[in-house]
């Protein structure tokens, strides 16, 4: 069965460095999303990306955030400068699109900044 | 503004026991979908099930069925004969449903559910 997959599973980072995200969402799919989950907490929105252009953003997705889909299969988060609070589980999530509303999440990955 | 509200943080059972978790959502949009995810410890999210807001019949899948309430703005839903492995965090989420809507989700804070042996 097709999956939404996420690398690397679990990133350590210095605070202040950049890391990028990487997801490969399912192949037919056509809405990207990326959400995050700071540890104990809730599933919280961060963007939506569709025909290679972000659809929508939260509050949390400030200038520090940036998403790509690069090359056809690949849907990138990248943060710039990171911070300890940017600490959190991020979930890629996709959407066949066409009146189809159910997202499916990849594993997830989770980040450590120190 | 969308909110869901899980008021169960935490819930323990024993197993073969029947659960419910609640979910209690607010929505302005009068065409909304209603999920169910739920977080195993390894962390993935897997989905459960969605729901119209123009479907209020209740749906039964095996052990698991979802309660759609639009008068009590509810969606339950309730493990039959729980297993241990069913041991997970359980999360209610909203949609948006109106023309070019992204589809976002709102989620609620989570039910941790543990079944002991």
């Known amino acids: 069965e097709p999956e939404v997959t996420q690398t690397p599973s679990h990133q350590v980072t210095q605070m202040g460095q950049e890391v990028i995200l990487r997801c490969v969402p399912i192949s037919n799919h056509l809405y990207f999303y990326w959400y995050r989950q700071i540890l104990g907490q809730k599933v919280e929105f961060l963007v939506s990306f569709y025909n290679n252009e972000i659809s929508e953003k939260s509050e949390i997705f400030d200038d520090q955030f940036s998403v790509e889909r690069p090359d056809g299969s690949n849907f990138t988060l990248k943060i710039r400068s990171t911070k300890l609070e940017d600490s959190a589980m991020y979930f890629c999530a996709s959407r066949k699109g066409q009146g189809n509303t159910e997202a499916f999440f990849g594993q997830g990955t989770r980040l450590t900044v120190v | ?117």
């Open chain 2, 1 to 117: 503004a969308q909110k869901v509200t899980q008021a169960q943080t935490e819930i323990s059972v024993v197993e073969k026991e029947d659960v419910t978790l609640d979910c209690v959502y607010e929505t302005r949009d009068t065409t909304y979908y209603l999920f169910w995810y739920k977080q195993p410890p390894s962390g993935e999210l897997v989905f459960l099930i969605r729901r119209n807001s123009f479907d209020e019949q209740n749906e039964i899948s095996g052990r698991y069925s979802w309660n759609f309430q639009k008068s009590t703005s509810s969606f339950n839903f309730t493990i039959t004969a729980s297993q241990v492995v069913e041991s997970a965090v359980y999360f209610c989420a909203l949609s948006e449903a109106r023309g070019g809507s992204n589809y976002k989700l709102t989620f609620g804070k989570g039910t941790l559910l543990t079944v002991n042996p």
